[in-house]
């Protein structure tokens, strides 16, 4: 039973699905520190009444070893809600396509229970597995004792944030790269990156198998790295009339919804002018036996995506419309480098490359990274009349 009054809250655990309300009471029962749930209940039901916020983000604290680790969270209300006076979110560094054991989940809880509020969050928009609510005296032994078994703090802070990817080809048959296996070589390549913050901002690199973007790549990673393929769909004509006698509306469902017009429908066979397609997977992903990608696989480079914390929101720049992505990736990571090394250089404190590409334009970006321009790099019609001609664009 909460030591406070919640009516506001209590609605939010009436209906059909799980409730975070409801969770929270269950943690003031049964974790080490319950205190610190109730006065998490009560200065909610506070901040439901006033409608304001309680919450003061309080920068990185550090812990022995990692720069990066773990997020300060505290109340600005701590006399009244002492339990919640610190409140600091740690984050482990998940495993790729976020694949757990029962018996890694039953040992991660234990020790959250042990050192923490017991509340968790599966996952945080970065990836990490998210634990909520601590205190400054307990991350030291929190930090030792996820070390001993095997896990890592997640990133934050100024730093490369931890990677992730889907569940790529360990469960999906529309992957077209391994994104897993990628996920986790660029992880243990940029272990100094993420540990040891020195970068301008924020720096995330998400992998997703294939244009269905499961993990959002496009839309909230710096760096987003898309399964694609190049030449022709395959197309199984005798799956396609499969199709079509269990009642698919093939003309209506498939053809009509291609973002490019770029199929056709016509005695019962698909048809499709592969150079005017863009690789969106929406016919593929609607007849998944009748529609395969290409056999050459690879993946798109993109750049620049990210959430409205500073400025506006941003979605990611066609960069390279297509790299092998085969074992051990030193393409992929010199070329990240590059792209790392110029935001660095010339990127003011808070400024993520999208941003620092918008301001100083994508020319001298794809200069400083050795990407040649390519039509697929466009973005959008020019609004400029203006061209300036560079002194080696003369010579040319």
Same mark, same amino acid.
């Given at each position: 039973?909460?030591?406070?009054?919640?009516?506001?809250?209590?609605?939010?655990?009436?209906?059909?699905?799980?409730?975070?309300?409801?969770?929270?009471?269950?943690?003031?029962?049964?974790?080490?520190?319950?205190?610190?749930?109730?006065? %998490?209940?009560?200065?909610?039901?506070? =901040?439901?009444?006033?409608?304001?916020?309680?919450?003061?983000?309080?920068?990185?604290?550090?812990?022995?070893?990692?720069?990066?680790?773990?997020?300060?969270?505290?109340?600005?209300?701590?006399?009244?809600?002492?339990?919640?006076?610190?409140?600091?979110?740690?984050?482990? @560094?998940?495993?790729?396509?976020?694949?757990?054991?029962?018996?890694?989940?039953?040992?991660?809880?234990?020790?959250?229970? +042990?050192?923490?509020?017991?509340?968790? @969050?599966?996952?945080?928009?970065?990836?990490?597995?998210?634990?909520?609510?601590?205190?400054?005296?307990?991350?030291?032994?929190?930090?030792?004792?996820?070390?001993?078994?095997?896990?890592?703090?997640?990133?934050?802070?100024?730093?490369?944030?931890?990677?992730?990817?889907?569940?790529?080809?360990?469960?999906?048959?529309?992957?077209?790269?391994?994104?897993?296996?990628?996920? @986790?070589?660029?992880?243990?390549?940029?272990?100094?990156?993420?540990?040891?913050?020195?970068?301008?901002?924020?720096?995330?690199? +998400?992998?997703?198998?294939?244009?269905?973007?499961?993990?959002?790549?496009?839309?909230?990673?710096?760096?987003?790295?898309?399964?694609?393929?190049?030449?022709? /769909?395959?197309?199984?004509?005798?799956?396609?009339?499969?199709?079509?006698?269990?009642?698919?509306?093939?003309?209506?469902?498939?053809?009509?919804?291609?973002?490019?017009?770029?199929?056709?429908?016509?005695?019962?066979?698909?048809?499709?002018?592969?150079?005017?397609?863009?690789?969106?997977?929406?016919?593929?992903?609607?007849?998944?036996?009748?529609?395969?990608?290409?056999?050459?696989?690879?993946?798109?480079?993109?750049?620049?995506?990210?959430?409205?914390?500073?400025?506006?929101?941003?979605?990611?720049?066609?960069?390279?419309?297509?790299?092998?992505?085969?074992?051990?990736?030193? %393409?992929?990571?010199?070329?990240?480098?590059?792209? /790392?090394?110029?935001?660095?250089? @010339?990127?003011?404190?808070?400024?993520?490359?999208?941003?620092?590409?918008?301001?100083?334009?994508?020319?001298?970006?794809?200069?400083?990274?050795?990407?040649?321009?390519?039509?697929?790099?466009?973005?959008?019609?020019?609004?400029?009349?203006?061209?300036?001609?560079?002194? =080696?664009?003369?010579?040319?």
């Amino acid at each position: 039973m909460s030591k406070y009054k919640t009516p506001m809250l209590d609605e939010l655990e009436k209906g059909p699905w799980p409730s975070f309300v409801t969770e929270i009471k269950k943690a003031s029962q049964s974790s080490s520190m319950p205190q610190m749930a109730d006065d %998490e209940l009560g200065q909610v039901e506070k =901040s439901y009444t006033t409608k304001r916020g309680y919450w003061k983000h309080g920068g990185i604290v550090g812990v022995l070893g990692y720069g990066g680790g773990v997020i300060g969270r505290y109340s600005s209300l701590p006399e009244e809600f002492p339990g919640v006076a610190h409140f600091h979110t740690v984050r482990l @560094n998940q495993p790729s396509g976020f694949f757990y054991t029962a018996e890694a989940l039953k040992m991660i809880c234990d020790i959250w229970d +042990k050192y923490g509020s017991g509340l968790t @969050n599966l996952h945080g928009s970065t990836g990490d597995l998210v634990l909520l609510g601590t205190t400054t005296d307990k991350l030291e032994a929190i930090f030792a004792e996820y070390s001993s078994r095997g896990w890592d703090l997640g990133s934050s802070g100024s730093a490369m944030r931890t990677p992730s990817c889907c569940v790529g080809k360990a469960r999906c048959e529309w992957a077209n790269i391994d994104s897993m296996d990628i996920c @986790n070589s660029l992880t243990q390549h940029f272990q100094d990156e993420m540990h040891r913050p020195s970068f301008p901002y924020k720096f995330k690199i +998400k992998v997703s198998g294939c244009a269905c973007d499961c993990v959002a790549a496009i839309a909230r990673a710096d760096c987003s790295i898309i399964g694609t393929w190049k030449g022709a /769909i395959q197309i199984d004509q005798a799956e396609v009339k499969n199709y079509a006698d269990a009642g698919m509306d093939i003309q209506k469902e498939i053809i009509e919804m291609c973002p490019t017009d770029c199929m056709s429908y016509e005695g019962g066979k698909i048809k499709i002018a592969d150079a005017d397609c863009n690789r969106c997977m929406h016919c593929i992903a609607k007849m998944t036996k009748a529609l395969k990608p290409g056999k050459e696989k690879g993946a798109t480079i993109l750049i620049g995506s990210k959430a409205p914390i500073v400025v506006g929101s941003l979605l990611s720049w066609v960069v390279v419309p297509f790299i092998k992505c085969e074992a051990p990736y030193d %393409e992929l990571k010199d070329m990240i480098g590059s792209i /790392i090394e110029w935001w660095d250089d @010339n990127a003011k404190p808070r400024e993520r490359i999208g941003e620092l590409i918008e301001v100083k334009g994508m020319r001298p970006f794809l200069e400083a990274i050795g990407v040649e321009p390519q039509p697929q790099q466009v973005y959008e019609p020019r609004k400029d009349p203006f061209f300036f001609w560079s002194e =080696s664009d003369l010579e040319k």
